[in-house]
């Protein structure tokens, strides 16, 4: 699971602290929960099963988050489709959104079928406390997903996103997992150590929650 697409371009925020997310919100903890993940299976299996007057009404609070929604399938839980938002979304519509984007529009994979729905599993990634790095290596590994900007060799600014869990999960070091996101940015040249230290570095953590089709399946039966 080395990879995770970024959306850009809905009006990312650039103020560190969220001034849109719920802050008071944000320092409960355990915000994230299984109803969050299994509604993400409720509207991928209504959108493939044609069935989306039957999609159950989300009954978890509705506050505004940056969010990424993750598939995998298979018992080895291979990566099936992963895209997110930093723009804060309210968790009803943000979910419903991107149960579907991760699912139909990673242009790495193809979309899932319906045949599929009985291997996946499905995560659900809640992101807060964004903070700028003071340098490329101000992250702790296991704890911080990053955010890289930067500018490529044609002068064009570019930007990619590892979640807190790719490094450790990738067993690489920060120098491996800047390089890595550089890569996933487009940059093709070779890396020096003055242009890591240009770059402009966002940390951040998030709350995780994964679920299985068979999981969902028992709660909610045919």
Same mark, same amino acid.
């Given at each position: 699971?080395?990879? =995770? ?5 809905? $009006?990312?925020? @650039?103020?560190?602290? $969220?001034?849109?997310?719920? =802050?008071? %919100?944000?320092?409960?903890? =355990? ?7 299994? %509604? ?22 509705? $506050? ?11 018992? &080895?839980?291979?990566? !099936? ?37 009985? +291997?996946? $599993? ?5 992101? @807060? ?27 064009? +600014? !570019? ?11 990738? &067993?690489?070091?920060?120098?491996? @997992?800047?390089?890595?996101?550089? !890569?996933?940015?487009? %940059? ?11 770059? =402009?570095?966002?940390? %951040?953590?998030?709350? +995780? ?14």
């Amino acid at each position: 699971m080395a990879s =995770n697409s970024e959306e850009t371009g809905k $009006n990312e925020a @650039t103020k560190y602290v $969220n001034p849109q997310v719920d =802050n008071h %919100y944000l320092s409960r903890k =355990n915000v994230i929960c299984d109803d969050m993940v299994f %509604y993400c299976f409720d509207v991928l299996h209504s959108h493939l099963h044609k069935q989306i007057s039957d999609l159950p009404k989300p009954s978890f609070p509705n $506050n505004p988050f940056p969010l990424f929604v993750t598939w995998y399938i298979g018992r &080895e839980k291979r990566l !099936r489709g992963c895209i997110g938002t930093f723009s804060p979304l309210h968790l009803h519509d943000g979910l419903k959104e991107y149960a579907l984007t991760s699912a139909f529009q990673d242009t790495r994979f193809d979309p899932i079928g319906k045949e599929e729905l009985p +291997k996946l $599993n499905c995560s659900v990634s809640l992101l @807060t406390n964004f903070e700028p790095a003071k340098s490329w290596k101000d992250w702790e590994i296991g704890k911080h997903g990053i955010r890289i900007e930067f500018c490529n060799e044609r002068g064009h +600014k !570019r930007s990619a996103t590892y979640l807190p869990e790719i490094a450790s999960e990738q &067993e690489w070091d920060h120098t491996m @997992t800047i390089d890595s996101l550089l !890569r996933k940015g487009g %940059y093709k040249s070779a890396i020096s150590s003055d242009f890591r230290n240009s770059l =402009n570095v966002t940390r %951040y953590q998030s709350e +995780k929650l994964t679920k299985s089709f068979h999981d969902w399946q028992k709660l909610r039966p045919s």
